[in-house]
């Protein structure tokens, strides 16, 4: 089942250099693993509540394939130069599939209340 990081960020005003070299180098992090960008640093329009940040979203083929990706070698190598600068949280969550039935699932969470 496809599965996505998110990440919301926080930039400052002024992107350190290295914030640039992380930009240059992280899609080659992501190839072995099937990532691929879905958003990236769009502008959010804001709805409801708040958002503080930029939004990232990544797709993988399956939740292994982004746990394996967020540990490798490479991709820790170059997080330092993001998060020591741009602070954020990032989660790792499976998709919900194409057969996702919302009433179903509205009445499976009743029936457990």
């Known amino acids: 089942m496809t599965a996505y990081g998110l ?6 005003a002024v992107l ?3 914030v640039f070299r992380y930009l240059e180098r992280i899609q080659a992090t992501l190839d ?17 509540g708040e958002w503080p ?5 990544i797709e993988f083929p399956d ?3 982004a746990r394996e990706w967020y ?5 820790q ?7 020591d600068h741009i602070p954020g949280d990032l989660v790792l969550v499976d998709g919900c599939g194409p057969d996702h039935d919302s009433a179903a ?3 499976a969470l009743r029936a457990m209340a």
Do not use: T
């Open 71 to 75: 540990g490798s070698a490479a991709y």
């Open 32 to 48: 072995p693993y099937g990532g691929k960008f879905v958003v990236h640093g769009s502008p959010v329009e804001v709805v409801e």
């Open 105 to 107: 699932l509205g009445a």
């Open 77 to 83: 190598e170059i997080l330092p130069l993001r998060a």
């Open 63 to 65: 939740l292994d394939a």
């Open 53 to 57: 940040g930029s939004l990232v979203v």
């Open 16 to 18: 350190h250099e290295d």
């Open 7 to 12: 990440a919301d960020l926080r930039p400052p």
